[in-house]
C-alpha cells in the first residue's frame, strides 16, 4: 500500500496529466486506473470519475484511435505549473510503473524479420508482427542481394510501428 493515499481531485487528475503525458503514446482508462489503484493512491472509481472531469474540461482528448486519450497542449501546461505539488518520489513510482507497462507491451510484440536465399541466388525477405499470439502482419518481398537482405531486416526490427502504420495508411 503506498504511504499517499490521494482522495483531492486536484491531486488525483495531476497524478492522470501525469501518467498520460509520460505514457508516450495515447492511453486509455484501464492503462491510468491500473496504476493509480496499483499504487494505491485511489480507488477505481474516484481514478474514472477524476479522469472523466478532465476530458470534459478539456486537459485531455480522445486520439484517433478509439477508446484512446491523449494531453492536450492545456493539459500539458497545467500539469508543468502543478508538477513540483506531486511529491518527487510519487512521480518516480509512476514513471517506474509506466516503464513496468510499457515493458510488457512490448514484449507482447513479437517481431520476426528474417531472410534466405532462394534458388535464384536472390534473397527472400519475411517480416511478421504478432501481439498476445495472434498474427498482425506479415509480408515477404525478394531482393537482389544479402546486404539489401540484411538491411531490410534491420530496418523493419528498428521501425516495425511505422511501417506497419504506413502501408496500413496507404492501403486503407
Known amino acids: 500500500m503506498s504511504d499517499y493515499y490521494f482522495n483531492y481531485s486536484v491531486d488525483l487528475k495531476l497524478i492522470i496529466l501525469f501518467i498520460a503525458q509520460n505514457f508516450k503514446r495515447p492511453v486509455t482508462i484501464s492503462d491510468v486506473t491500473d496504476i493509480v489503484i496499483s499504487k494505491g493512491y485511489a480507488e477505481y472509481f474516484e481514478s474514472a470519475q477524476c479522469f472523466s472531469e478532465l476530458e470534459e474540461s478539456g486537459l485531455i482528448i480522445p486520439a484517433s484511435r478509439k477508446g484512446t486519450f491523449i494531453v492536450t497542449e492545456k493539459g500539458l501546461s497545467t500539469s508543468k505549473l502543478l508538477l513540483k505539488e506531486l511529491p518527487f518520489t510519487v512521480r518516480e513510482s509512476l514513471l517506474d510503473a509506466i516503464k513496468t507497462v510499457r515493458r510488457k507491451e512490448t514484449e507482447a510484440h513479437s517481431l520476426t524479420a528474417e531472410y534466405k536465399e532462394n534458388k535464384t541466388g536472390s534473397f527472400d525477405v519475411f517480416c511478421e508482427i504478432t501481439e498476445s499470439g495472434f ?16 538491411r531490410a531486416t534491420a530496418n523493419f526490427k528498428k521501425n516495425a510501428e511505422q511501417i506497419y502504420a504506413e502501408i496500413i495508411k496507404n492501403l486503407s
Not at 498482425?136 to 546486404?147: G, Q
Request: aromatic content about 6%; cysteine-free.
Open 135 to 150: 498474427h498482425l502482419f506479415s509480408m515477404s518481398v525478394t531482393l537482389p542481394t544479402k546486404d539489401d537482405a540484411r
